[in-house]
């Protein structure tokens, strides 16, 4: 089995930071891509930041300059640094990855279980 934990969300004010990580275990064969999509209540959940096996990143126009993904190899954890914090980043955010296991050697996503990011203004 293959799953995601994340950890990090909580509440902070506006223009306030907070770091995200999401860490992979299991049955991990290569991971193509790692990252965040986010959703807030009534909306449909949206992209923030992904990066990609040979280290291209793309962003959410809405967090460029402010939020900054990462990834430690080594680890199979991928980071999001969030900085300026909006009220309108307030969301449900997910981590997700695109991953070979060696039980389901074909690329599929997986999904954590989701973190709480609120931002009070």
């Known amino acids: 089995q293959v799953q995601l934990v994340e950890s990090g969300g909580g509440l902070v004010q506006a223009g306030g930071s907070l770091r995200l990580s999401c860490a992979a275990s299991?049955?991990?064969?290569?991971?193509?891509?790692m990252g965040w999509y986010r959703q807030a209540p009534g909306k449909q959940r949206e992209l923030v930041a992904v990066?990609?096996?040979?280290?291209?990143?793309n962003y959410a126009d809405s967090v460029k300059g402010r939020f900054t993904i990462s990834r430690d190899i080594a680890k199979n954890t991928v980071y999001l640094q969030m900085n300026s914090l909006k009220p309108e980043d307030t969301a449900v955010y997910y981590c997700n990855a695109n991953m070979q296991s060696h039980i389901a050697p074909v690329p599929r996503d997986y999904w954590g279980q989701g973190t709480q990011v609120t931002v009070s203004s």
């Open positions: 990066l990609t096996g040979g280290a291209n990143t």
């Open positions: 299991g049955s991990i064969f290569s991971i193509n891509a």
